[in-house]
């Protein structure tokens, strides 16, 4: 099979795989509850509906009882759920045009964008970084096997994959922060107190950005670099043990020799899967570090969408994770496809 081919089979897949991830989480939220409690998901105007009760909540209030025909007619609430309301979940997903906040009522499109650069410029470094600091780590623990470093390399990422993100935000907070300024008056690095604005106008404010962001920095290397050194160095390890390794040897090559030009290549697939499978919390963040750290990004967001039964934003979340999952392991189908090329030929003979 052609890549071409190839690539257009799987985004075919993905495709529906996301359209069914959709439908999916429509009846879960909404259809299941509805009939659950008495309701006629084929009848218009259901009073059992989530999203119904949850725009009518505060009716009364004068401040928001405006929005409420506004709304209606936006989610189609007067219409029936099936298919209805499913047909315009879906063309809002398709579109990415969620509607409005029940809670702060602006777009929900916007609020998120509001909140994207806080997110990027935490989670960007937080999730990439610590998967370098892992994977070097473990090229020196399997390089090193069965040594002091390889022992102190595997049990310093089980004890940092053992240890929540926020315990290390905490204690990055109090040793690095508190102390110093408690004890000799020196700031050493910032307390969450004053997070930087959008509104970058010089260096300084770059700076702040950094300075202010440098304990969740540190405390994310801490404690994401574990899970990847080890996983690394248990596909590393497997993998060098196989035949073709001595033969690399037996022909003169170095133990780095071997694994940068023989291991590496071979154990790609399933890095490229896991990397796939981990870039989209760039997106979805971690609501403990963000509440830990006074941190106004998107996962805090979606945590206050959920306090606030505010449906509308909880489905953006959702549409916006599944939409990125997807879309990160079709990239990775394809890398591997491109690096490997037994993929595409082996679903080829499957098709056949």
């Not at 998901?41 to 025909?69: E, K």
């Not at 702060?104 to 997110?119: D, Q």
């Not at 410029?121 to 399997?142: E, K, M, N, Q």
């Not at 489905?315 to 990239?331: K, M």
Request: hydrophobic fraction near 50%.
């Amino acid at each position: 099979m052609s890549l071409a081919r190839y690539a257009v089979v799987r985004g075919i897949a993905m495709l529906a795989t996301f359209t069914l991830a959709l439908v999916l989480f429509f009846f879960l939220t909404r259809v299941i509850p509805t009939a659950a409690l008495g309701g006629n998901p084929f009848l218009p105007s259901q009073s059992t509906d989530p999203l119904l009760r949850a725009v009518f909540r505060a009716s009364d209030d004068p401040g928001y009882s405006s929005w409420v025909a506004s709304l209606s007619s936006i989610y189609g609430l007067e219409r029936p759920l099936l298919p209805d309301q499913l047909i315009l979940f879906l063309k809002s997903a398709f579109t990415m045009d969620f509607g409005y906040s029940l809670h702060s009522m602006r777009s929900v499109s916007l609020e998120i964008l509001m909140r994207l650069p806080y997110t990027l410029a935490l989670y960007v470094f937080a999730t990439i970084v610590p998967i370098f600091v892992g994977y070097y780590l473990a090229i020196a623990a399997v390089r090193f096997r069965g040594r002091v470093l390889d022992f102190l390399v595997t049990l310093s990422s089980i004890s940092s994959f053992s240890i929540p993100i926020w315990v290390f935000v905490l204690i990055v907070y109090y040793f690095l922060a508190y102390v110093p300024k408690v004890s000799w008056g020196i700031q050493l690095l910032p307390l969450p107190v004053r997070a930087p604005t959008t509104n970058i106008e010089s260096i300084s404010d770059i700076r702040y950005w950094i300075w202010y962001l440098s304990p969740l920095y540190i405390a994310s290397i801490l404690s994401l670099y574990g899970i990847w050194a080890y996983f690394f160095r248990s596909i590393l390890s497997s993998e060098i043990s196989e035949d073709y390794t001595f033969t690399a040897k037996a022909k003169g090559m170095s133990d780095w020799e071997v694994i940068r030009a023989e291991v590496v290549p071979n154990v790609r697939p399933p890095i490229l899967t896991k990397v796939a499978y981990t870039l989209p919390t760039i997106f979805g963040g971690s609501v403990a570090l963000e509440l830990v750290s006074s941190w106004p990004g998107i996962a805090f967001y979606a945590y206050q969408a959920i306090q606030n039964n505010d449906i509308p934003v909880m489905n953006a979340f959702f549409v916006t994770s599944t939409l990125l999952v997807a879309l990160s392991l079709y990239i990775s189908d394809l890398a591997i496809a491109i690096l490997d090329p037994r993929a595409r030929h082996g679903l080829s003979k499957h098709m056949a």
